[in-house]
């Protein structure tokens, strides 16, 4: 059973393309994430969501828009792709409770990979 | 906003010697820590944590510490192995919605 999965694994397209990335977890958490993790292995936040609801948006262009349809799914889809967007984009999950966090669980990530 | 400082961003150990991951945060309400391990081309898992009420946890090889006056805390890792290299993160989180993670250490231990 996979906690974070998210697909695909890997993709590589061509710059001005349109992609999307699926985050689904089965872990029952009220909080997910997307992190942009580059080739200095940088891990990034981009976007975090609660109860299907945007919280964070962390000055991403907004080519990239993400989309929450119910608290277990967050999907990222990107415009106009750049090759500056190349990097592991790993989708992510945790608990809050009030003021507590926990830990996050990580998908598995997606290379992205433009030319 | 919160920023988390680490150090060093390289670390290199003979096997059996003990490792230590630094890092600073900034914003004094952040209240939880947790340390991520990546191994090549896998996903960060979390290796242990420790939140603001409490100094110090340890869990078989992996200590951490935590000092709130000085926003410090650090990683320690006794008896290293081979299987320990992989690439360390700090975060920290106030009890929001975003873990800032720090920029990572890439962890080398020789047999």
């Known amino acids: 059973d996979t906690a974070v999965s998210q697909t695909p694994k890997y993709l590589v397209t061509q710059m001005g393309n349109d992609k999307s990335i699926k985050c689904e977890q089965n872990?029952?958490?009220?909080?997910m994430y997307w992190y942009k993790q580059d080739s200095k292995k940088f891990l990034k936040i981009m976007f975090s969501y609660n109860n299907k609801e945007l919280i964070i948006n962390e000055t991403v262009p907004n080519r990239f828009s993400p989309k929450s349809p119910d608290k277990a799914h967050l999907n990222l889809h990107i415009n106009s792709l750049e090759l500056g967007d190349s990097a592991v984009y790993f989708c992510?999950?945790?608990?809050?409770?009030?003021?507590?966090?926990?830990?996050?669980?990580f998908g598995q990530g997606t290379r992205l990979t433009v030319v | 906003g919160e920023n988390v400082e680490q150090h060093p961003s390289t670390l290199s150990v003979q096997e059996g010697d003990s490792a230590v991951i630094k890092c600073t945060y900034s914003d004094s309400a952040s209240n939880y820590f947790p340390w991520y391990k990546q191994e090549l081309g896998k996903r960060p898992q979390l290796i242990i944590d420790i939140r603001s009420n409490v100094g110090e946890k340890k869990d078989q090889r992996i200590a951490v510490t935590l000092n709130k006056t000085a926003k410090h805390f650090s990683l320690h890792i006794t008896e290293t192995q081979p299987e320990d290299s992989a690439v360390y993160f700090c975060a920290a989180n106030t009890g929001g919605f975003k873990t800032i993670f720090g920029a990572g250490t890439r962890l080398f231990v020789k047999a």
């Open positions: 872990l029952g958490h009220d909080t």
């Open positions: 992510a999950s945790s608990h809050n409770s009030g003021q507590m966090n926990t830990e996050a669980f």
